[in-house]
C-alpha cells in the first residue's frame, strides 16, 4: 500500500515538474486598421442586435408602429461610427426608463419653490 502510494506520489511530482519543458506556443500577427475596425463593428453590430432581440423593445417598436425586421435591416446599414456611438449609449437611452429621474427633479423644484417662497408645501 505504501509503495503504491510513494508510485503515485513519485509520477504526480515528475508530471508536475516536467510540465514546464512542454512548449506552448501562441499565434499573434499584427493585424490593420481597417480589420481591427471590422472587428470593434462587428461587436457593435451585435449588441444593437442583441438589444432590438429583447421582447420589451420589440413590443415598443411595435407600439410605435414599426417592424422590428425594418429596425434590424436599419441598424446592419449603419456605418461603423455611427454604430459604435449607437452601442455605446443604447443603456443610457431614454426607453421606457427614467422614473427615478424624474421624481427626483419634481422634489428638486419642489424644495427650490419652497425656499424661495412661491408655494408652502412644509408648514412651519
Given at each position: 500500500?505504501?509503495?503504491?502510494?510513494?508510485?503515485?506520489?513519485?509520477?504526480?511530482?515528475?508530471?508536475?515538474?516536467?510540465?514546464?519543458?512542454?512548449?506552448?506556443?501562441?499565434?499573434?500577427?499584427?493585424?490593420?486598421?481597417?480589420?481591427?475596425?471590422?472587428?470593434?463593428?462587428?461587436?457593435?453590430?451585435?449588441?444593437?442586435?442583441?438589444?432590438?432581440a429583447r421582447d420589451d423593445v420589440q413590443?415598443?417598436?411595435?407600439?410605435?408602429?414599426?417592424?422590428?425586421?425594418?429596425?434590424?435591416?436599419?441598424?446592419?446599414?449603419?456605418?461603423?461610427?455611427?454604430?459604435?456611438?449607437?452601442?455605446?449609449?443604447?443603456?443610457?437611452?431614454?426607453?421606457?426608463?427614467?422614473?427615478?429621474?424624474?421624481?427626483?427633479?419634481?422634489?428638486?423644484?419642489?424644495?427650490?419653490?419652497?425656499?424661495?417662497?412661491?408655494?408652502?408645501?412644509?408648514?412651519?
Amino acid at each position: 500500500m505504501n509503495r503504491k502510494l510513494a508510485k503515485l506520489a513519485l509520477a504526480a511530482l515528475l508530471g508536475t515538474a516536467l510540465l514546464p519543458l512542454l512548449s506552448f506556443s501562441a499565434h499573434a500577427e499584427i493585424i490593420s486598421t481597417q480589420e481591427a475596425a471590422a472587428i470593434e463593428s462587428g461587436q457593435s453590430l451585435a449588441s444593437v442586435e442583441a438589444w432590438l432581440a429583447r421582447d420589451d423593445v420589440q413590443s415598443e417598436l411595435a407600439s410605435l408602429g414599426v417592424d422590428p425586421e425594418l429596425a434590424r435591416l436599419r441598424a446592419e446599414a449603419l456605418s461603423p461610427e455611427e454604430l459604435e456611438e449607437l452601442a455605446g449609449r443604447i443603456d443610457e437611452l431614454p426607453a421606457g426608463a427614467g422614473a427615478i429621474e424624474v421624481l427626483g427633479i419634481t422634489f428638486l423644484v419642489l424644495i427650490v419653490l419652497e425656499l424661495v417662497g412661491v408655494i408652502n408645501i412644509f408648514n412651519r
